[in-house]
């Protein structure tokens, strides 16, 4: 195993990429558009920051009306999440719930441990646990990626979210896993779902929004 005091996952850092830094100083824009009025707050990837185009119909179905904000970052991993944590993001905000999806670009594009990623994992959880001290916290666990349930980097992300789900106290954070919403009764998961077997069509986003609906009202209420 890797020693986690070193890893990659727990070490902020900034993106080089033009359209990351710009997406950075757009948020961090929009933040103050909003004179920081902030209930719903989601932080991720690519998966969340698709929310704005492949799924944007369902978030202003579901989302629009309860004071959003998406701080999702296609590529990103925990290390980055965690720069824009420590980088004026959140600051000044007060949101109801967070909801975090983190992690699978640190199994995919860095091929690391379960517990590389999990100690990246709980630094972003005691980031927003410091900055947001009264939000609420749905962590969810990382999506099935790949064909079948034998692959590979399905079973990195499961071993992920064997570890992470137990910083759910139900207090502060809480878990939940609806995974098996993408997945047949086989486990696998089809290209009609995830094309690329990792990033959602626009109708499961529907799916998503569906299966975390009644968590969200009731975190949010």
Known sequence: MTDSKNALSITPVSRN????????QQKLA?????????DLLFLGDSITHAWEDTGATTWHKYYAHLK???LGYSGDCTEHLIWRLQNGEIDNLSPKLTVILI????AGHRVETAEDT?????????????RLPNSKILLLATFPRSKSKNAPMRKKVNAVNN?????ADNKNVFWLN????????DGLVLNT???????????????????????IARLMG
């Open 17 to 24: 990429d033009a359209w990351w830094q710009e997406r950075h």
């Open 30 to 38: 929009e933040k103050q558009a909003l004179n920081n009025d902030v």
């Open 193 to 215: 779902v995830m094309p690329d077997f990792l990033h959602l069509t626009s109708e499961q986003y529907q799916v998503w929004a569906d299966a975390m609906q009644s968590t």
């Open 163 to 167: 570890l992470v789900q137990h910083f």
């Open 103 to 106: 992690g699978t670009n640190n």
């Open 178 to 185: 609806i995974g098996q919403a993408f997945l047949t009764e």
């Open 68 to 70: 959003p904000l998406n």
């Open 118 to 130: 999990t100690a990246g994992v709980r630094v972003i959880l005691q980031e927003v646990r410091k």
